[in-house]
Nanobody, 119 residues
Framework: QVQLVESGGGLVQPGGSLRLSCAAS????????MSWYRQSPGKQRELVAG???????YYVDSVSGRFTISRESAKNMMYLLMNNLKPEDTAVYYC?????????????WGQGTQVTVSS
C-alpha cells in the first residue's frame, strides 16, 4: 500500500505563485513514475507534469516554462512550483504514483488539493 498526501493549494491572484507538495509513504521506490494531474469542473483529469522511470521530467504545453516539478527522494517528497498562475490553472491538483507490486503496476492517487486563481 502507498499513501499520497498533497498540500499547498489555495487562492492566489493571477500572476502569483504556489508550491504544491506531495508526501508519499508505504512501499515506494526512487524510480517509480510520479506525476501531477489536475481536474477542473466539467473537464477530464489531465497530466500536468511528471518524472519518468529514468528521472526525466515532462510538462504539458500549457504549463511549460511556468511550472517546475521536483522531488526529494530522501524525504519521499514531490513538489510542483507554479509561477505566473492563470485563471485557467484553477483545478484540483492530484499527486500520482505508479508502483510495481508483485510484478504488476498499481496506480495510487492522493486526495487532491484545490488551486484557485482569481482576482
Amino acid at each position: 500500500q502507498v499513501q499520497l498526501v498533497e498540500s499547498g493549494g489555495g487562492l492566489v491572484q493571477p500572476g502569483g505563485s504556489l508550491r504544491l507538495s506531495c508526501a508519499a509513504s508505504g512501499r515506494i521506490f526512487e524510480f517509480d513514475v510520479m506525476s501531477w494531474y489536475r481536474q477542473s469542473p466539467g473537464k477530464q483529469r489531465e497530466l500536468v507534469a511528471g518524472f519518468d522511470r529514468s528521472g526525466a521530467t515532462y510538462y504539458v504545453d500549457s504549463v511549460s516554462g511556468r511550472f517546475t516539478i521536483s522531488r526529494e527522494s530522501a524525504k519521499n517528497m514531490m513538489y510542483l512550483l507554479m509561477n505566473n498562475l492563470k485563471p485557467e490553472d484553477t483545478a484540483v491538483y492530484y499527486c500520482y504514483r505508479l508502483v510495481s507490486e508483485s510484478g504488476a503496476l498499481v496506480a495510487y492517487w492522493g486526495q487532491g488539493t484545490q488551486v484557485t486563481v482569481s482576482s
